[in-house]
């Protein structure tokens, strides 16, 4: 009987008449772009740098600062200056009898008070080349922190297309597992059919029951892992765990190998990682010359205008000053050196990790070309064998109803069946993916998706 197999397909009727909502490959890559905190951070990173960079460019500008103090001495006493004489001297230098006597005064500061305000320019002149060297290190920042979003993004979208060509070629294997379970639904009925005509035993009839109510067990279990599979997209596109998601894409049956030359030298040539380690290289060198700039002579100008004011004593004043300095470094115990040796060290390790990470890219690629490689061949050899398993069930069938083959025969060959679509489907989705790891691996992720989309 029908009824097993019509309770699951009422179980699916009822799951899709909720709310769906169907995403392309396409679309779930730039849900993911747009929804993955990682690459929220990582953009946040990339305009800091950019306002670091607008920084750096104002040190080229004078800057313009004002200042103001005012100052009251409650408590302080009056300044009294006493008198004194003074001999008078004549044009000779010599004492007369004649004296000048000042009879003393007293200065009245009780209460005193303090006014002093003013507005400074200084001018940097020449500082041996320190902000043009941290204006090439701020573009170098801004750059290494566009790599590193690139980057970030090319793991999103790797792991999206991981997470969505799994579900489209689950999606078709149970599809495939539902027309198996139909299989055993038909072969169950006629072998009840030919039990109740004596034709057979009743121990046949049951290897059959037990298949399917195994198959029917198999069927749940693997709802239950494709509703998992759809919260796990859910979750990397930024949409409820709960929605009933479902892909519009499906798996190609007749892919083609795609082109693979000139793999490393590309994958030097565009990968984010090497052109991160590259710009670190780039402000090793800068840093060094920075940290040098400081042994130069270094000119700054300043310009000023103040007010004074000291009420009762000092009527307000203003004073206008205009003034340059100039700093020469003569002797320090051959620190420059020192800095100069630590900055050359840092350049090289920076280097050696460079080289260094050039062998693992290299190494990382040839086995994307191998998996690329492999995943396509596993596919020919998968649609071989869907396609013996295809005539070996249509043969051992049509025996069956002849009476040559057993009902085990029947079974052997539907789970061969089975496990050769599985395995196709599988070989299909791997090969989608081996073909995102391969362009991610060559630094053209960017490109080929630019190129899919154009081409839908």
């Known amino acids: 009987m029908m009824k097993y197999y019509i309770s699951i397909i009422c179980l699916l009727v009822g799951y899709s008449g909720m709310a769906q909502q169907k995403v392309s490959l396409q679309e779930s890559r730039q849900m993911a772009l747009d929804y993955n905190k990682t690459l929220k951070v990582a953009k946040l990173k990339h305009h800091e740098a950019e306002s670091q960079k607008k920084e750096a460019r104002t040190a080229y500008l004078p800057k313009i600062d004002g200042s103001a103090s005012a100052l009251y001495l409650p408590s302080m006493d009056d300044i009294n200056i006493p008198g004194f004489e003074l001999s008078v001297v004549d044009g000779t230098g010599n004492a007369t009898n004649q004296v000048v006597g000042f009879p003393g005064m007293t200065i009245g500061t009780e209460k005193m008070r303090y006014y002093n305000g003013q507005v400074a320019m200084n001018v940097p002149i020449y500082l041996g080349g320190k902000i043009r060297f941290a204006n090439k290190m701020a573009d170098k920042g801004v750059e290494i922190a566009e790599q590193a979003y690139q980057l970030q993004s090319d793991e999103v979208i790797y792991n999206t297309d991981n997470?969505?060509?799994?579900?489209?070629?689950?999606?078709?294997?149970?599809?495939?597992?539902?027309?198996?379970?139909?299989?055993?639904?038909?072969?169950?009925?006629q072998m009840k059919d030919m039990y109740e005509l004596g034709l057979t035993p009743k121990s046949e009839q049951l290897i059959v029951t037990v298949q399917k109510n195994e198959a029917q067990l198999n069927l749940l279990k693997a709802e239950n892992a494709y509703k998992v599979m759809k919260m796990n997209l859910c979750q990397i596109i930024g949409l409820d765990l709960n929605s009933n998601v479902d892909v519009s894409d499906s798996l190609n049956l007749d892919p083609e190998l795609i082109a693979i030359s000139n793999s490393v030298e590309q994958a030097f040539a565009n990968r984010n990682e090497l052109k991160m380690m590259d710009g670190q290289v780039a402000i090793s060198e800068l840093q060094k010359k920075s940290a040098m700039s400081a042994y130069k002579p270094q000119i700054g100008g300043q310009v000023s205008y103040g007010y004074m004011e000291i009420p009762d004593l000092v009527d307000g004043q203003t004073t206008t000053q205009v003034a340059a300095q100039l700093s020469i470094p003569l002797v320090h115990w051959r620190e420059k050196k020192h800095k100069k040796d630590a900055a050359r060290?840092?350049?090289?390790?920076?280097?050696?990790?460079?080289?260094?990470?050039?062998?693992?890219?290299?190494?990382?690629?040839?086995?994307?070309?191998?998996?690329?490689?492999?995943?396509?061949?596993?596919?020919?050899?998968?649609?071989?064998?869907?396609?013996?398993?295809?005539?070996?069930?249509?043969?051992?069938?049509?025996?069956?109803?002849?009476?040559?083959?057993?009902?085990?025969?029947?079974?052997?060959?539907?789970?061969?069946?089975?496990?050769?679509?599985?395995?196709?489907?599988?070989?299909?989705?791997t090969y989608e993916v081996a073909k995102t790891a391969y362009y991610k691996g060559i630094g053209q992720l960017n490109a080929e998706l630019r190129s899919s989309s154009t081409n839908q």
Do not use: H, P
């Not at 489209?168 to 379970?181: H, R």
């Open 163 to 189: 997470a969505y060509w799994s579900l489209v070629a689950f999606k078709e294997q149970l599809t495939v597992a539902y027309k198996y379970f139909e299989m055993l639904d038909s072969l169950e009925q």
């Open 345 to 429: 060290l840092r350049t090289e390790q920076a280097r050696l990790q460079l080289d260094e990470t050039k062998e693992f890219v290299q190494l990382e690629v040839q086995q994307y070309i191998i998996g690329v490689k492999e995943a396509y061949e596993a596919i020919l050899l998968a649609r071989n064998n869907k396609d013996e398993a295809e005539e070996s069930l249509e043969e051992v069938t049509a025996s069956f109803e002849a009476g040559l083959n057993t009902t085990t025969d029947v079974l052997n060959s539907q789970a061969a069946w089975l496990s050769a679509n599985a395995e196709l489907l599988n070989a299909l989705a």
